[in-house]
């Protein structure tokens, strides 16, 4: 891993940050049936889903937090419930777009009740706070399902989560699952995108200074093979490192988080109003 660098980015991130910032904090779904931009994420166990959702919380917040609960040990999915993610912006308020968290795909289980389960998400049929059941899907019947989803309740943007280390080693099981899913949301029309997290743990040159990742040889490498793994285009396919062991945030990470969060928002926003015209 590592490998060769371009003298010149591969990918140019917008100049001016804050004013990023300042149109993702103001951002609001122009149709008005919808208060929130619903961004699930998705993808194998310990890809590093609820860590991206701690990431722009810290982002936001200014300091690092880590309400999304994240563990170590992939063994087992450590997510596993449905869970909806506000980001504060004041004691009353939050913004704009909110962030689902899942159980994360593995091969073991029955994963077929897993991925039926995620079909229901985005149609928004299962309520937050749902506890995925390895065994068996969601029941009609269940208190957690809903029978009249909303388009406030439907998931408005996918995002696939990849650790850049582990492209090469997903399953041929594992791709098909993915692909699976994402036909799922195709069918729908919802957007999706690709995070490959973890960039640090590829690249030491990334991992001393991140503000070379789009120099990386390895990691537009990476791009390239997420992008034929599911189809989707490079320009779709984000770098990012979540915060696992700073102390604080900064801003060479905040701006990769921010650009990824900013296309989440566009996509997200292109739907609903194809929704709603
Ligand atoms: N080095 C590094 N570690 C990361 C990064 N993102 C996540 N991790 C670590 O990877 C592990 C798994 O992260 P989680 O966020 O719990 O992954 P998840 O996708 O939510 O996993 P499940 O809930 O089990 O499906 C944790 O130990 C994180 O600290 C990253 O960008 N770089
Ligand atoms: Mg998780």
Not at 40 to 48: F, K, P, T
């Amino acid at each position: 891993m590592g490998g060769a660098w371009f003298s010149k980015p591969w990918r140019t991130l917008p100049e001016d940050y804050q004013l990023n910032l300042n149109s993702v904090k103001s951002y609001k779904p122009h149709s008005r049936s919808v208060k929130h931009l619903r961004i699930l994420l998705h993808g194998q166990i310990g890809a590093g889903k609820s860590s991206f959702i701690n990431s722009v919380d810290s982002l936001f917040q200014g300091r690092i937090t880590s309400r999304a609960s994240t563990d170590g040990a992939d063994w087992n999915s450590f997510t596993q419930k449905y869970t909806t993610y506000k980001i504060r912006k004041s004691n009353k308020d939050s913004y704009n777009f909110v962030f689902n968290d899942i159980k994360g795909l593995e091969e073991l289980t029955n994963a077929e009740s897993v991925m039926e389960d995620i079909k229901c998400v985005l149609k928004g049929h299962v309520r937050s706070g749902y506890k995925f059941d390895s065994e068996n899907q969601i029941s009609e019947d269940d208190d957690f399902y809903n029978a009249e989803p909303t388009l406030s309740d439907k998931v408005h943007v996918l995002a696939f989560v990849i650790p850049a280390d582990k492209i090469s080693l997903i399953s041929a099981t594992m791709q098909s699952m993915m692909r699976n899913i994402r036909q799922a949301a195709s069918e729908d029309g919802i957007p999706q995108l690709i995070i490959l997290t973890k960039i640090d743990e590829c690249c030491p040159k990334v991992e001393k200074n991140i503000n070379h990742a789009h120099q990386s040889r390895y990691l537009k490498e990476q791009v390239t093979k997420a992008s034929e793994l599911l189809g989707i285009s490079p320009n779709c396919i984000f770098v990012v490192q979540n915060y696992h062991t700073q102390m604080a945030p900064n801003e060479s990470m905040n701006a990769l988080i921010l650009f990824a969060l900013k296309q989440m928002i566009n996509l997200g926003e292109d739907y609903l109003n194809s929704q709603t015209d």
